[in-house]
């Protein structure tokens, strides 16, 4: 509040801040901000396991990949004012529900890692003792209301993973920093190409994260510079990533592979903690919400593409279902941890190939126009072209000066 | 019969049957030339003094020009009530003396003119007439005349205006909103000398008729929420308004939410701050609380005060009273949860030292947590609405007799009453939260008990996520941060000083976005 009165003299057209979908800052941030999230748990360890000091090596591959295919989709996005979402809708008919559905299975599979990995994260990090089973299982409660929530929400929720990932990451990194040896880290390529190439591999299902831009990209009405905003939001996740790789393996070096949830364990030997107690525990706390954000994230999708399929907005029941039904799945294959990871990692990584970085590449090939020209059939989307009329009058006002 | 007539008995017995309770009082009196008058009004509620003054003895000194049965003239009449003006010295002497009887708008005029009172209306219906004595007018007829006069000598008793109790400043104004919606206008106008602040009062409540006063700047607040708030205001169908609580009940978009999502003051400088960044304000007849719209979590965390001191100082405040609520929600679920499940988050000595004070306790950290929480609650509810005599009593009983003689009885653990305790305090830190904050330790230690940290961890997951997908009237609950705002950012947690605030938030929506203009913005 401000108590100085300064009253209006004319008055000026509002400004659009309300009631879109989602915007580019929010893309940015989910990319900057939500996906580093899901690789600061086991991807350390896996990378240190088979590349060794060379953990970079393997990431900094897979970030350039992924820029690529989120360029490629950025461009097709750039092509026309109409989402892409719908100029896929208009150009593909009902051929659309395949897809959907293939990316409904998709996403559910991309969920599992994550799941997996929550799940052991939870049992080791938050109970100094051996918790019962369903001590996880209220994570899908939550996970159920998450997935009955929009696009809109995962963009607002990428907006507070700004506050909520930057200051425990710069906090436990600060922590871990003091303690840190970066000549682990050398020689560079110091380890087998090969052993590089089989880390890279094994990540692949961790690192595909230009899919899950995809449904948030599909859903953006495109302006200038948006393409520039996302990309450098996935730069930045891309470092922030990076950093924390190398200053894991220059805490633990060779050790590195046997550490385990990696952000719960970088900050444990600052020196302070010995006499305030493990206050490096409340950053990892901080954090973890932005970790059960990320595993929803997956879930969501999943949702979102049931409900196009079934063509029903009743997200609650789908979203019920499908966290039952992971409940289930969770219970029943938790002495299946390392089985379930390997396959998934290993045997189905060219299935994340063909879904995560060579099928959005397509959407290069989609016409600008919708078949009815700019006629777009959604009510969201007639929503969007409402506002761009808006912002068109916004702005031819603005330019006289009102 | 739903219009006045002309028979003043019959307009009487009308009424009467309208509004046969006994605190209807009628005062019949007469002008000069006889003709009968007859003022209705609530008793208790009309300063009689005034009404006596103002209305019946101008009246009773008027000779008005209505043909009567008891044969006098037209011309007499009005030649008496000209020559009566001209005492008065108000009276325009060319004007030549009609011959011919009134029109009835003319002698409703008269008798307008006669009476000496600022607040005066005319109405024609019974419907209309009998709102306006329930709500503390008085209702003036005349024998011959089918208009009702509406005199507002309402004279409700209402307290001084103080210092509010929920809201206390050390530097800054003092002057609190009271429970009479005029006063509150007052009090407004007096901060706000603009004739861009608009006032309109609606009715609500089939029984209780309470006036409603919307109020904002026009061409800063948003028209189109100020539409949607008059549209639902103007929906409710409700007996009784007991307190602008209701209206934020009614007006909240999330029924069952355990935030609030109308802003609450009860403080008029408060008040206009926030009209002139662009909200829109509703004030409620009986209700000292004003309510403000749009609403926004972070709103809570400011005070008044700290637009009063340095910047500085107000950054650190509000820090202070956000960690002060994270600890009076957190605490107790905190403690339970280390307790049980995760010993480690405390340091090795502070883990003996409450390890030796829960040592033979016969209650499990989470029930131990729960019935000195209970207790808390009580006492609290005890202290609001008991007596004040007996208030220095329950202190000494429950603060000193029950905490010590409980802990000393092996009941329970001193660890426990402090961190509640300091949790009890904590919670004052943010008035307006009180509620919320209350419900929400109870859940975060229900949780914590369950399942530990995992719990109070998912349980805050929740909690933004229901937040960032909650608007109240378009505008997010968790605004600046999620949707970010950049430029909002400046008077949140961290507050910049007042030349840095130059624009109104943009979350706001309002027509307006200047608020301050230095000769360097100018340039």
Redesign the interface.
Known sequence: MQISHFLPTKPVPKPLLKNREINARQIAFAAAFLLPAGKLLEVPSILAKHAGGDLLLPAVLHFLIQILVILGVLYAASKSKSPLLERLKSALGKMIYPIYALYALYFFLAAVLPLLDAEKFVYATYFDTAPTLFSFGVFFLFSAFVCTKGIKAVGRCADLCLFLFLIPFLALSFMAITETDFSHLLPFFGTKLSKSLTAFSRTTPHFSDAVLLLPLIANLRYEENDGVKIVSGYGCGALLTLFFLAVFYALFGSLARREHYAFTKIGQYFPALSVVGRIDLLFVYFLSVVLLFYTCLPLQYVTYSICAICKTERKTLTAALLNFALLIFVLFTNRHYNAIYSLISGKLAPVFWLFANLLPLFTLCLPKKTKNGQKLQNEGTMYALNLEKEDNKVKKSSRKGV | MNTLSKSLQDNQATLQKLLPSEDILYYSFKTENGIACLIAYADGVVNKELLGELVARPLSHLNLPINMQNGRTMYEINKKSTSQKDNDGNANKKQSVPKNPLEDTDIAELIKTTLLFPELKTITSFQDGQMEILDGNSLLLVDGVDTGFIVGAKFLPVRAVMEPPTDVTVKGPREGFIEDVKVNMSLLRKR?K?P?LRMETLRVGKQSYTAVTLCW????A?EDLKTQIKNKLNEIQIDNVADSSYIAAILSPRKRSVFHTVGTTEKP??F???L??GRIGILVDGSPIALTLPYILTEDL?S?ED?FVSPFMATVTRLLRCIALLVAILLPAFYVSTQL????????G?TLTIASSIRNLPLSPSLEMFVVLLLLEILKEASIRMPKYVGMSLSVVGALVLGETAVSAGFLSTPAIIIVAFSGICLYTVPNFVETGSILRWLFLLVAGS????????F???L???L??ADAF???L?AP?????ATDLR?NFVKYN?FS?NK?P??L?S???????TQKTQK
């Open positions: 706000l603009t861009n700047l026009d061409g800063v948003d400088d408060l206009a701050a926030k002139s960044e400011q008044s637009y499940f995760k010993m480690q988050l405390l340091p090795l502070l399942i530990g940290p995992f719990g109070i961890v998912l805050i997951a929740f933004l996520y229901y960032i997908s378009g505008t997010p968790l941060f999620s949707p970010l705002i008077d007042m605030l109104r943009v979350f929506n027509g307006n976005k200047t608020r301050l203009r």
